[in-house]
Nanobody, 127 residues
């Protein structure tokens, strides 16, 4: 059984930093790439960054150089995926979702709901 639990998020001024954390159990990076998506009002669900056991981490162009994804794994096969977000901009404002299977760059409409997805955490950046 897969579980995805997110924490972090909040409100910051432009230029500030936030760290999002996600604990995934039931699958590991050997099974799927994992990542963070976001959805701003009126926009589709877009992949922000993903991490893989086999290839370099991926970043959406607008966050390159500002966001860093990393992970740790423990003996209980739980994977913690962190998204360090620096130099935040107003356009980063969105609900951010952790995905235990980051298999595409975009979903039309809303981010999926299910065992492989976190509940979403709001990030608000004020200018």
């Amino acid at each position: 059984e897969v579980h995805v639990v997110e924490s972090g998020g909040g409100s910051v001024q432009a230029g500030g930093s936030l760290t999002l954390s996600c604990i995934v159990s039931g699958v590991t990076l050997d099974d799927f790439d994992m990542g963070w998506y976001r959805q701003a009002p009126g926009n589709d669900c877009e992949l922000v960054s993903s991490i893989s056991s086999e290839s370099p981490s991926w970043y959406e162009d607008s966050v390159k150089g500002r966001f860093t994804i990393s992970h740790t794994s423990d003996d209980n096969a739980k994977t913690t995926v962190l998204l360090q977000m620096n130099s935040l901009k107003a356009e980063d404002t969105a609900v951010y979702y952790c995905a235990a299977d980051a298999d595409r760059e975009e979903y039309d409409g809303n981010c999926p709901v299910g065992d492989y997805w976190g509940q979403g955490t709001q990030v608000t950046v004020s200018s």
